[in-house]
């Protein structure tokens, strides 16, 4: 489903979830405050640090876990709730269209965003359109039988706990040969693609230089 094709009733909900979420489940103290979290952590900061002057889009940056790893930042979250703990430096609004213009960063950094969103394809797209040539995007995305999501209906008991209403819509799960596929058909070479254990796929695609 797309974006474009939900109801104003349904945006307020997804806009709701997400405040909720973010006031209530930071991901610098919950998720990655875990094991499978302190794991996917560890392997993505390796990979920022590979690059610490790229100016940098931290897509879905939530509470900025990641924020002290890259020099040259720009966060941009759905969530007004996560941004209020930010500096100017960062933006709410939708992935599907990003206001920024064309080829300005270098690098996009998409960690667990793909998962909540219904149409990949148009946010990588606007992905594609803001990085310069040569530009690389590094995602991470939940692993199809990561053990911490197969249980029916596990995201929704954990976020019960903490007072969240679960959307069911907003988590899918990845084998590598979707991620390298998406990535392929928005435009991009895939640079890297592996598997974190039993838990996550990361990727990185580059924007072909002209």
Known sequence: MKASELDRETMK????????????YPESKMVYATEAGMIRKKRLVELL??????????????????????????GLDIASA???????????????????RDGVFERIFASEILEHVWDRDRILGECHRVLEPGGEIIIS?????????????????????????????????FVKEQVGLLLERNGFTVKQLEQLEKLNIIAIGVKETI
Not at 13 to 24: E, I, S
Not at 82 to 97: D, H, I, P, V, Y
């Open 141 to 173: 995305v939940p692993y199809g039988r990561n053990p911490y999501m197969i249980r029916p209906n596990g995201v929704s008991l954990i976020l019960r706990r903490f007072g969240v209403k679960y959307i069911p819509y907003v988590h899918g799960r």
């Open 49 to 74: 640090l590979k690059k610490t002057e790229s100016f940098t889009l931290d897509l879905g940056c939530n509470d900025g876990p990641f924020k002290p790893y890259i020099r040259n930042y720009v």
């Open 82 to 100: 996560c941004l209020r703990k930010f500096e100017a430096t960062n933006l709410q609004g939708l992935g599907q269209s990003l206001p920024f």
């Open 13 to 24: 909900d997804y806009f709701k979830f997400y405040n909720d979420l973010a006031a209530k």
